[in-house]
């Protein structure tokens, strides 16, 4: 397995899980990872996404404030962490890395996360 993701589960409105995605040693030199998300029955939305180089970060507006992307090269390993969650972050969210800013060769198995009101 190149990318593992982990940590989704059932939390209620406003509160918090951290995400991980551990990379195989040369996926984990990729110049960007980000997380995507698919919510039941819609379409696939970036949350977050890192230049793995310059440690430039972008987020969707829906997260902006409440969600943060890092990394731990010695873990080799990103994490997602999400506060003050809504039940519309309800969704399978996956890891991913690659080449460029918008392309994204690498692609993990979701883990589910589900926020109840």
């Known amino acids: 397995v190149q990318l593992q993701a982990s940590g989704g589960g059932l939390v209620q409105a406003g509160g918090s899980l951290r995400l991980s995605c551990v990379f195989s040693g040369s996926i984990f030199n990729s110049n960007v990872m980000g997380w995507y998300r698919q919510p039941p029955g819609k379409q696939w939305e970036r949350v977050a996404r890192?230049?793995?180089?310059?440690?430039?970060?972008d987020y969707a507006d829906s997260v902006k404030g409440r969600f943060t992307i890092s990394r731990d090269a010695a873990k080799y390993t990103m994490y997602l962490q999400m506060n003050s969650l809504k039940p519309e972050d309800t969704a399978v969210y996956y890891c991913?890395?690659?080449?460029?800013?918008?392309?994204?060769?690498?692609w993990g198995q979701g883990t589910l996360v589900t926020v109840s009101s």
């Open positions: 991913t890395a690659g080449a460029t800013w918008k392309s994204y060769d690498y």
């Open positions: 890192i230049d793995t180089s310059t440690g430039r970060t």
